[in-house]
């Protein structure tokens, strides 16, 4: 519960200081009272409409990735599982860089996030298709990577015959996962897929603390390992296709937090999913601060910040287990 708590307040301080951050300063009291005033000056709308969606998005991409991130370990047993294993993330990928490259970008302001959740949605229903009804996680697992690998052949694909270097640039860019320009528009229409995400992923805490002892115990112990893979299944696809239909592809999360966060669990992963969706809303939130106030005058993309983040840090605990292996 301390735990909990102390990420709840970190989020909480992270997610002020990411509304006062940008390029307008005006000053942390006057920007807050412009938030909550709503008078119709420039500094209130750029919080309202510009910030306050930004920082939303930030919090629930940096939770469903963690949440994802620690439902997907717990699931295989497997410390190096991550959301994209499964092949979602490269689907939804595929999803928008087609609506970009076809124009349908252009012309309709929600296409791109509507082709990218519906592609996630496609590719969840190939991999039950291949994996079948009673597949193993192992089955589930090269489902996911036979996907993912398509779905970047296809990606490359399109890029290495796009006619238009505008659009082969604009589908570079996000791909790289960017928070910028984004909206309540964003925010609403990720918010449902996310939400469903979360209570599939969150209502797997049972089943993954038995899946510890071993697949039969957890099957004496009366949990429907078909059931706890279609909640692992559809939970990942609707909270990190959402995400990535927003936002782009932003890597490491559910990769590094719950690596993070599970020595102070007690390895438990029942208290691990609430503590890695905390953390991941942190993390994220921590790094969009950060693409704007280390080159405020650049493009920078959060999808690149976060592996210069995560990647230093994924070394290092590596490091740190082989010396505690060692």
């Not at 796009?162 to 609403?188: E, K, Q, T, Y």
């Not at 078909?226 to 959402?242: H, P």
């Not at 503590?275 to 693409?291: N, R, T």
């Amino acid at each position: 519960m301390k735990l909990l708590l102390g990420l709840g307040a970190l989020c909480a301080a992270l997610f002020v200081a990411a509304l006062l951050s940008g390029q307008a300063d005006a000053g942390a009291a006057r920007s807050l009272a412009a938030l909550l005033a709503g008078d119709g000056t420039p500094l209130s709308v750029v919080m309202r409409e510009i910030r306050l969606p930004r920082a939303i998005l930030a919090a629930m991409i940096g939770a469903s990735l963690g949440l994802a991130g620690a439902a997907m370990q717990g699931y295989l047993r497997n410390p190096l599982a991550e959301p994209g294993l499964i092949g979602v993330s490269g689907a939804a990928a595929l999803g928008a860089v087609l609506a970009i490259q076809s124009g349908l970008a252009l012309r309709h302001a929600l296409a791109l996030p509507l082709a990218a959740l519906g592609m996630a949605l496609a590719a969840v229903l190939l991999i039950l298709a291949l994996a079948g009804p009673r597949g193993s996680s192992i089955t589930l697992i090269l489902a996911g990577i036979a996907i993912s690998a398509l779905a970047s052949a296809l990606t490359s694909l399109v890029l290495n015959l796009s006619p238009n270097p505008f659009a082969a640039a604009d589908i570079v860019f996000w791909m790289m996962g960017s928070l910028a320009d984004r909206s309540f528009v964003h925010v609403w229409l990720a918010l449902p897929f996310m939400a469903a995400g979360w209570l599939l992923l969150a209502g797997m805490g049972r089943g993954l603390d038995a899946l510890t002892l071993g697949e039969d115990t957890a099957r004496a112990m009366g949990v429907r390992l078909s059931r706890l893979r279609l909640q692992l299944v559809f939970g990942t696809a609707a909270a990190v296709g959402a995400a990535t239909a927003v936002a782009g592809a932003i890597g490491f999360v559910g990769l590094v937090v719950p690596h993070l966060l599970r020595p102070l669990v007690g390895a438990q992963p029942s208290r691990l999913l609430p503590a890695s969706a905390l953390g991941g809303a942190a993390l994220v939130l921590a790094a969009d601060i950060a693409v704007r106030e280390v080159l405020p005058a650049r493009d920078l993309k959060l999808g690149v910040v976060m592996a210069l983040i995560g990647a230093p840090l994924f070394l290092h605990l590596i490091y740190r287990t082989r010396a505690e292996m060692s």
